[in-house]
Nanobody, 121 residues
Framework: QVQLVESGGGLVQPGGSLRLSCAASGSIGSINAMGWYRQAPGKQRELVAR???????YYADSVKGRFTISRDNAKNSVYLQMNSLKPEDTAVYYCNAAVRRIGTVNSIDYWGQGTQVTVSS
């Protein structure tokens, strides 16, 4: 099996910063895209940022210029540096990875358990 473990959420004032981390472990053959999604109360889960194994990056318009995604392939990890945080960034943030397990051909999406980010004064 494959597990994704997130860390780094918390409470921060508007304008502050947080750094989220996510590490994948288990029967990993390779990891394609890794990304961060978020879900605010009463809203659908949305893609925040995504980075492929070739380092192509996508950002949602709402976070461009404020958030930075990066990955460390040696550690099977992905990070999200969040600066200039706004109250509307408040949500549960989920790590996602497309993982090809050892001995298989196709990639499967795996999810972390979620970490709460609250931006409030």
């Amino acid at each position: 099996q494959v597990q994704l473990v997130e860390s780094g959420g918390g409470l921060v004032q508007p304008g502050g910063s947080l750094r989220l981390s996510c590490a994948a472990s288990g029967s990993i053959g390779s990891i394609n895209a890794m990304g961060w999604y978020r879900q605010a109360p009463g809203k659908q889960r949305e893609l925040v940022a995504r980075i492929t194994s070739g380092s192509s990056i996508y950002y949602a318009d709402s976070v461009k210029g404020r958030f930075t995604i990066s990955r460390d392939n040696a550690k099977n990890s992905v990070y999200l540096q969040m600066n200039s945080l706004k109250p509307e960034d408040t949500a549960v943030y989920y790590c996602n990875a497309a993982v090809r397990r050892i001995g298989t051909v196709n990639s499967i999406d795996y999810w972390g358990q979620g970490t709460q980010v609250t931006v409030s004064s």
